[in-house]
């Protein structure tokens, strides 16, 4: 089943986002069908979703910042070399400037401020890494295969403010890959992953070409990534070793 629209206001409500004066949640998909109950408040501690999290200006906004970054930083040439061979087909590069104090007035102060307002959203974390791009390429061909993050490279949330095509992402149990929930990441949204979810799940995003109901990758309603996809990536500092 998909979650329906009463489950999705119950849900996000328990991690402490209420949806009054927040938009209609209809286009809002989550399906746990493959999730056992047992799991659910693992889940419901480790999973944020915000849809229209940021405005259709902003969403514009931070497109431009976006592609200029990677234009400058990496050039127009989509890469499959990712360290540890999980990304296919996209550009990446980290934007330290956006982690400096506003304003600076440089052109970067209304990124910072969307940034910042992401990062309110998890108080509990206060030693944020500087914020970094990642650029799925247009076409279909470009994916995140299932991971788990290095633990040696990462702390206890990543989160992301999704641009432009829309993505179906996969979130595995490790152990028993059978047991996975996924959800649409609408463009605007913001997703985090933290805590148990974030080692206990690997995370994917599948290929971005038309499925049939029986892929894992397929979600009722959802639209196909088709298009470029580009997100903006926030992580803790893993802790220092003792």
Known sequence: MIINRRLLSI???????????NPPLDNLLIDFT???????????AGFTLIP???SEEEHQELIKQCNSKLRRLVGKDYSNRHFDGVIHQYREC?????????????????TR??????????????????????????????YIRAHVDNIQASGKI????????????????????????????NPR???AQEGDLRYLFTHEIPEGKIVDKTDDSYLEGAPQ??????????????????
């Open 11 to 21: 849900y996000i409500k328990g991690r402490g986002y209420s949806t009054i004066g």
């Open 34 to 44: 493959h999730l056992p109950a047992s799991l659910l408040n693992l889940v419901r």
């Open 52 to 54: 229209d999290f940021i």
């Open 94 to 110: 980290s934007v330290s400037s956006w982690s400096l104090p506003t304003p600076q007035n440089d052109g970067h102060d209304e």
């Open 113 to 142: 401020g969307i940034l910042a307002r992401a990062r309110h959203h998890f108080p509990h974390i206060t030693n944020w890494d500087i914020p970094h791009v990642l650029d799925l390429k247009a076409g279909g061909e470009s």
């Open 158 to 185: 990543v989160a992301g403010i999704c641009l432009m095509s829309p993505a179906t992402v996969i979130f595995r149990h490790k152990d028993n890959p059978e047991q996975f929930f996924k959800c649409l990441l």
């Open 189 to 191: 949204c913001l997703y």
């Open 225 to 242: 990534r088709l298009g470029q996809r580009i997100s903006i990536m926030l992580r803790d500092r893993p802790p220092s070793p003792l």
